[in-house]
């Protein structure tokens, strides 16, 4: 972490606990009105961007993401609709809601239309930032080789995320 995000200058340089941090996020969003379970997920979201190094997606957002929540540019209840479906195919409005979260819902939703008809595409509008692109882009992969044997390749490219693996490949 940097010491200017903290306001500590330019030379400080802090290490804390992934748990720690994580925790501390938390109860940052639940004391900014989050429910527990989006709470969780949202904080989880932040803080692993920046556990694996992705600093630009991190921590050092997560003041702005709040300050934005406060202002009400981020509608922390708002509940996603779907716009239009056809077949594998769909349009969501994501209300202004939190765009990490939005992003790892619907990364979820297109595997599910994948499951159904092959393929899946969801397009996303009215969401904020959704932040590292590789934590939707690593989703895939990772439920593949865990969950369908019928997988063989997952081809996914995301800011941040383009990778492709074969079921039961991805090196961590």
Same mark, same amino acid.
């Given at each position: ?5 903290l306001?500590?200058?330019?030379t *400080?340089?802090?290490?804390v ?10 109860? *940052? ?13 949202? *904080? ?16 050092n ?41 939005? *992003? ?51 081809r ?8 492709s ?8």
């Amino acid at each position: 972490m940097n010491g200017r995000a903290l306001g500590l200058g330019t030379t *400080a340089t802090c290490r804390v606990p992934y748990p720690e941090l994580l925790n501390t996020l938390v109860r *940052a969003l639940l004391r900014a009105g989050f429910e527990t379970e989006r709470a969780a997920r949202c *904080a989880q979201l932040f803080a692993e961007s920046s556990r694996d190094g992705v600093y630009s997606h991190g921590l050092n957002r997560f003041p702005l993401f709040l300050s934005m929540t406060r202002s009400g540019v981020i509608d922390i209840r708002a509940e996603p609709r779907l716009v239009s479906s056809s077949g594998p195919l769909e349009r969501w409005d994501g209300g202004m809601g939190p765009g990490n979260l939005n *992003a790892y819902h619907y990364m979820d939703r297109a595997l599910k239309l994948a499951d159904l008809h092959g393929i899946g595409c969801v397009a996303l509008a009215n969401t904020n930032h959704w932040m590292r692109g590789g934590t939707y882009g690593w989703r895939p992969p990772m439920l593949a080789s865990s969950e369908s044997a019928g997988r063989t390749l997952v081809r996914i490219s995301l800011h941040g995320a383009r990778k492709s693996h074969g079921s039961g490949t991805i090196p961590w």
